[in-house]
Nanobody
């Protein structure tokens, strides 16, 4: 599976961005796609994830501000980020994993989100 992420950039505090991640290749139907982020000097952390059935999970720090969604027909996952804060600044990585095979996973190339005035 290959993942192509897009949509990062520079935004002012309080602004919005939408990230997209398109998957291609041998995609197993039962999968989880998600977004992780890594800020300088910090560990990579889960931001949000969504199963192929539509169940979602969010980090406490983004609940109420970020929304994850997916279009299964396009094998694409989206992350709508609203009310952005400087602490949201990080490289955001898209992730795919097969729920039945832990060795079947992939990472996107990362897209930088910078929240600054």
């Amino acid at each position: 599976v290959q993942l192509q992420a897009s949509g990062g950039g520079l935004v002012q505090p309080g602004g919005s961005l939408r990230l997209s991640c398109a998957a291609s290749g041998n995609i197993f139907s039962r999968n989880i796609m998600g977004w992780y982020r890594q800020a300088p000097g910090k560990q990579r952390e889960l931001v949000a994830s969504i199963t192929s059935g539509g169940d979602t999970r969010y980090a406490d720090s983004v609940k109420g501000r970020f929304t994850i969604a997916r279009d299964n027909a396009k094998n694409t996952v989206y992350l709508q980020m609203n009310s952005l804060k400087p602490e949201d600044t990080a490289v955001y990585y898209c992730n795919y994993r097969n729920v039945l095979n832990p060795r079947d996973y992939a990472w996107g190339q990362g897209t930088l989100v910078t929240v600054s005035s």
